[in-house]
């Protein structure tokens, strides 16, 4: 596969084509996530639960995600990276800047943090410094305990309203992808209608322009119950190699997720 750049997934979304991502967290799944055309590669801090065990992403420290991201680098085959900016990375804007500067300089091409318009004036700060940002709304697990559990989100008029505000002055500061995750599908796709720039979605619908998964989910080695947005791509393939293609596949021909994986 050829270098994939922000360009590219720009394009990918004005001529209708869906793309893939895919969580990693080693140089190995990184080589062959990439090499089953795969997108992009998210060095997710999905990875405190998945590698470390713990029950949320919030010990998740820079220096584990800087550690991650090299080595999905180093085993990268030409998918664009993203690299999450873990829990208290980027309360402030110059906190931001120190700690995607350690991302980028770690193999990253891109940084992933969650929020709404709070992040505007953070966004555009690390945008006009050319670091290209994706902003993560919906259900954001930094923010489990405000939450209080991993609910989906924007069931109503007034946050669903919002949402969209948010996702506009986001895109308008300087964010260059959207993520959603857990969103009810029709949601979703007001959003992705209502930018201009690539939408990623994970429990939010066929509408979007491009699906995420975490590894672990897809290949259906997390203990216990998955989540209803989530297919395991291994039951019907002999390899890892050809569950990861056949995910990549069916973001692509849009017959993952079906109506099934997403939420009203
Ligand atoms: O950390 C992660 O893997 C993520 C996905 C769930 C979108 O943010």
């Known amino acids: 596969m050829s270098n994939i750049t922000l360009h590219t997934l720009s394009s990918m979304k004005k001529n209708g084509e869906k793309f893939a991502v895919l969580t990693a967290y080693d140089a190995c799944f990184s080589h062959l996530v990439s090499s089953a055309g795969v997108e992009v590669i998210l060095v997710g801090d999905s990875l405190g639960m998945v590698l470390q065990g713990n029950d949320s992403t919030l010990p998740v420290t820079v220096e584990e995600m800087a550690y991650h991201t090299q080595a999905v680098a180093r085993g990268n085959q030409g998918s664009l990276i993203m690299s999450d900016l873990p829990f208290m990375s980027y309360a402030t804007p110059e906190q931001a800047m120190d700690s995607s500067a350690a991302l980028m300089q770690a193999g990253a091409n891109m940084v992933k943090l969650e929020g709404g318009a709070w992040l505007a004036e953070t966004i555009n700060l690390l945008a006009e410094r050319g670091i290209p940002v994706c902003a993560h709304l919906g259900l954001t697990p930094q923010t489990v305990n405000k939450l209080g559990g991993y609910r989906v989100q924007g069931r109503d008029k007034a946050s669903a309203q919002q949402m969209i505000n948010d996702a506009v002055i986001l895109q308008d500061a300087g964010a260059s992808v959207i993520l959603l995750e857990c ?3 029709i949601l979703a796709k007001e959003i992705t209608m209502a930018v201009d720039v690539p939408v990623i979605g ?13 590894m672990h989910d897809m290949l259906g080695v997390t203990p216990g119950r998955s989540p209803k947005f989530v297919k395991n791509f291994m039951a019907d393939a002999d390899t890892i190699e050809e569950a990861v293609a056949n995910y990549a596949k069916a973001v692509k021909d849009g017959s993952f997720p079906a109506e099934e994986h997403g939420f009203e």
């Open 183 to 185: 969103v009810p599908s």
């Open 202 to 214: 994970i429990g939010a619908g066929a509408g979007t322009d491009a699906q995420v998964l975490v």
